[in-house]
């Protein structure tokens, strides 16, 4: 075990970090105590420190304070949700005590460590204890406690995740919403897996694994091979299904696949089946595949195409290209426009029809996210830059996205930047209907402020899992509401959860009542939803959108 952390070992930590994140991103996001599908502790935390990875491998580093720096940067970024967000911070605390170093000890680092919690406990709000921020304390504490008795960075990381373990155990006890679900913190574990990660990799147990290396970089087509002579299908087709219930039958699609391509592989589990085979008709393989359940991911590529390519001595192209492009498209974009107007708006929704009703509303720019894909600090700053206003104004509409909108605004430099927390796609509506760029910046605050406070939100949804939350017994397929963030009930008729809704809001009186349905539903079930609530409320005006939003068939808004 080293002594002393410099900038190759530093560097060496994180690419492993990032890698034990990689492997571990399921088991974090499995943490979820709530069953709606928003588990995504781990992908945001994998997706938040990938950034840094890939800025890691671009250069060597000569001290360890230049190497945490460029680990910081990337990190604040790339943040997603409110865990990455907070990853961040922990990392720009450390950046911040490593300045100017050439190298770090045991004292330092976990004085370092230490500056990472102060600041991510500063950055949030309302802290709040049985989360990763608990369990960084704890562990940061005991790291700067054993260090202090001129213990080496073995005792030292030893002593943090002894602490940071029981800690993360603790949580369930800590927050009462792990306690009901029995499960621990999700961003805590997340946590406890990097610095597991990063103990590993100083004492030589754990090596920072290679970048992967296509094939046709680096070896050429042997003499007189055509590598278009073994493809007799010509697209690769891979494709994952979220199954419609977890002992289908995939006997029968085997069969077809193998009756229409061939290099079939089917891995599957209780919830989703994944597809590997190569086929003339990959359309059809998708519209059949989808008789088993809902397709969420899909990737074709032309390999006589690719084989072409390939014997011309050409790079063949492939879907993971699709990136590269995306980014020259955006790259293309000026960074930072120059104002044109006092004010200007950014907001945050995902389905197109939500995007576009914004675009009406006066937005100038759409960031796609929301509930289970959260945008990234960077993902926001870009659409800041491209609003060509002295002042932008950025609706997060979403609770998990409020942190990176306020990160994202403090990177700014080019403009003014405003931040109102909505937390909810009906109150980033409402607020923004009251944006009246002609008033001045505090009364046009006040009134956005004041109508998104003036919304109240239904949701409704499915569970994932079978769960006991708030004394709610719910199972798994279940219809779930939610009302203002908290769970209603959970329903396995529709009917019922309705007339549930309708009667919650007689509580607000309302004068407006607002449905947006999703991409799951047609607009003929959702014009009937809507009147069966609206029934209860015959001076309420009602209206019905087509907001193609996912996860959620009805987001209801009622002012």
């Known amino acids: 075990m080293r002594d002393m952390i410099n900038a190759a070992a530093f560097k060496d930590c994180m690419l492993c970090a990032y890698a034990a994140l990689q492997a571990n991103v399921q088991t974090i996001n499995d943490l979820n105590v709530f069953p709606v599908p928003d588990g995504d502790t781990g992908t945001n935390m994998g997706l938040t420190m990938e950034r840094a990875a890939q800025e890691l491998r671009k250069k060597e580093f000569d001290t360890v304070a230049s190497a945490a720096d460029c680990v910081a940067s990337a990190l604040l970024r790339a943040?997603?949700?409110?865990?990455?967000?907070?990853?961040?911070?922990?990392?720009?605390?450390?950046?911040?005590?490593?300045?100017?170093?050439?190298?770090?000890?045991?004292?330092?680092?976990a004085a370092a460590m230490q500056e990472g919690v102060e600041a991510a406990y500063k950055a949030v709000m309302k802290p709040a204890e049985g989360t990763i921020l608990t369990v960084s304390r704890l562990a940061s504490a005991a790291a700067a406690e054993t260090a202090a008795k001129d213990a080496g960075l073995e005792k030292t990381f030893e002593a943090a995740i002894r602490a940071g373990d029981e800690a993360l155990a603790d949580t369930v006890n800590l927050n009462p919403v792990l306690k009901k679900a029995g499960v621990v913190d999700a961003g805590g574990m997340g946590y406890m897996v990097i610095l597991k990660a990063m103990f590993d990799s100083l004492r030589g147990t754990f090596v920072p694994p290679e970048?992967?290396?296509?094939?046709?970089?680096?070896?050429?087509?042997?003499?007189?091979?055509?590598?278009?002579?073994?493809?007799?299908?010509?697209?690769?087709?891979?494709?994952?299904?979220?199954?419609n219930a977890p002992d289908v039958d995939l006997e029968p699609l085997r069969a077809y696949l193998g009756g229409v391509g061939d290099s079939l592989v089917i891995n599957e589990d209780d919830e989703i089946f994944k597809v590997h085979v190569h086929t003339d008709t990959p359309g059809q393989v998708l519209t059949e595949s989808q008789k088993y359940g809902t397709l969420e991911l899909a990737k074709i590529e032309?390999?006589?195409?690719?084989?072409?390519?390939?014997?011309?001595?050409?790079?063949?192209?492939?879907?993971?290209?699709?990136?590269?492009?995306?980014?020259?498209?955006?790259?293309?974009?000026?960074?930072?426009?120059?104002p044109e107007k006092q004010f200007g708006a950014v907001v945050v929704a995902a389905g197109d029809g939500m995007q576009q009703l914004f675009r009406e509303l006066g937005a100038d720019r759409v960031v796609t996210g929301g509930q289970t894909m959260n945008p990234s600090t960077d993902d926001i700053l870009r659409e800041i830059?491209?609003?060509?206003?002295?002042?932008?104004?950025?609706?997060?509409?979403?609770?998990?996205?409020?942190?990176?909108?306020?990160?994202?605004?403090?990177l700014c430099r080019d403009k003014r930047v405003i931040v109102i927390p909505t937390k909810t796609v009906p109150q980033g509506i409402s607020a923004l209907l009251n944006f009246n760029i002609d008033d001045n910046e505090e009364p046009l605050v006040e009134a956005m402020k004041e109508a998104a406070a003036n919304v109240h939100t239904a949701m409704v949804t499915y569970a994932a899992r079978d769960s006991d939350f708030d004394g709610h017994e719910i199972h798994a397929g279940e219809y779930l509401a939610l009302l203002d963030g908290s769970l209603l009930g959970s329903y396995s008729s529709e009917k019922t959860l309705l007339r549930e809704l309708g009667w919650a809001f007689n509580d607000f009186d309302p004068e407006f009542i607002t449905v947006y349905y999703g991409q799951d539903v047609d607009e003929h079930d959702a014009r009937e939803a809507a009147e069966s609530i609206a029934g209860c409320f015959p001076d309420a005006e009602l209206s019905v959108v087509d907001g193609g939003q996912p996860v959620y068939y009805y987001m209801i808004s009622v002012e």
């Open 79 to 109: 943040a997603r949700g409110n865990s990455g967000v907070i990853l961040s911070l922990l990392f720009r605390g450390i950046s911040k005590k490593l300045k100017g170093l050439h190298e770090a000890d045991a004292k330092t680092f």
């Open 385 to 410: 830059n491209r609003t060509p206003a002295e002042t932008v104004f950025v609706l997060p509409n979403n609770k998990n996205i409020i942190m990176a909108a306020e990160a994202a605004a403090e």
């Open 211 to 243: 970048d992967q290396i296509r094939i046709e970089e680096i070896a050429e087509n042997p003499v007189g091979y055509d590598p278009r002579e073994n493809i007799t299908f010509a697209f690769d087709t891979v494709y994952i299904v979220r199954k």
């Open 302 to 338: 032309n390999m006589v195409i690719q084989a072409d390519q390939q014997a011309s001595g050409q790079k063949a192209i492939s879907t993971d290209d699709l990136d590269k492009i995306e980014e020259e498209l955006e790259a293309s974009e000026p960074e930072s426009v120059p």
